[in-house]
């Protein structure tokens, strides 16, 4: 069974810039949550995707956006990089089953680390 | 809305030694799940133990064990024969049942002395 990947590992980027980074869910996976995880903080959920869908989102400005792949996997999109944007990006991948009621426990992958200049 | 509280940036314990780190939240909801993660300086967040809000009963996962206290909104986790392993930063998290999303607390960094 592979585990949640995320690349890449590291990426510096000058403001203004775009990035685009990128998640493998975990084997059996439908969902893919990111969260951004500034220097000496706790990860602030950024938002969720479901079947290729955005399923909830956090208090993130509209540059942030995603995508889900029929394979599961996800990818973060930032427009007009800012210095503040500088953090850990975090993909967390569950198996999501509908109805309330259900534990999803999530599974995160290593984190790319972002710098902006 | 949801928050969750770690008051203890840092924390330390001798190796073999118990210690034991303080989280507090606030939801109105009464469905819900609390956390503990460890992240070490690899960065990959851990789960260490899970809990049920409708379970009185305290979760424990070999040296690690939780003070769930409901009507406090308080959950503890203690460490217990604390290993050099064991450093790293612990989070605290609650998710809603059914929710989207988990919230976490700021941290709290566990140094563990040879």
């Known amino acids: 069974e592979t585990g949640v990947t995320q690349s890449p590992t590291h990426l510096i980027k000058t403001r203004g810039q775009q990035v685009t980074l990128r998640c493998s869910s975990q084997s059996g996976h439908n969902t893919v949550s990111w969260y951004q995880q500034a220097l000496g903080q706790g990860p602030q959920f950024i938002f969720q995707y479901y079947r290729e869908e955005e399923n909830g989102r956090g208090n993130f400005p509209p540059r942030f956006s995603g995508l889900q792949f029929p394979n599961y996997s996800s990818e973060l999109n930032v427009n007009a990089l800012e210095l503040d944007d500088s953090a850990l990006y975090l993909c967390?991948?569950?198996?999501?089953?509908?109805?309330?009621?259900?534990?999803?426990?999530?599974?995160f992958g290593p984190g790319t680390r972002l710098t902006v200049l | 809305a949801q928050t969750v509280t770690q008051s203890q940036p840092e924390m330390s314990v001798q190796e073999a030694e118990t210690v034991t780190l303080s989280c507090t939240y606030d939801t109105s909801e009464s469905d819900y799940y609390l956390f503990w993660y460890k992240q070490p300086p690899s960065r990959q967040m851990i789960l260490v133990i899970r809990q049920e809000a409708y379970k009185q009963q305290n979760a424990t996962e070999n040296r690690f064990s939780v003070n769930f206290q409901k009507a406090a909104k308080s959950f503890s986790l203690k460490i217990s024969d604390s290993q050099l392993g064991d450093a790293a930063m612990y989070f605290c998290?609650?998710?809603?049942?059914?929710?989207?999303?988990?919230?976490f607390g700021a941290g709290t960094r566990l140094f563990v002395k040879a």
């Open positions: 998290a609650l998710a809603l049942l059914g929710g989207f999303k988990t919230i």
């Open positions: 967390a991948s569950s198996l999501l089953r509908p109805g309330k009621g259900n534990y999803n426990e999530q599974f």
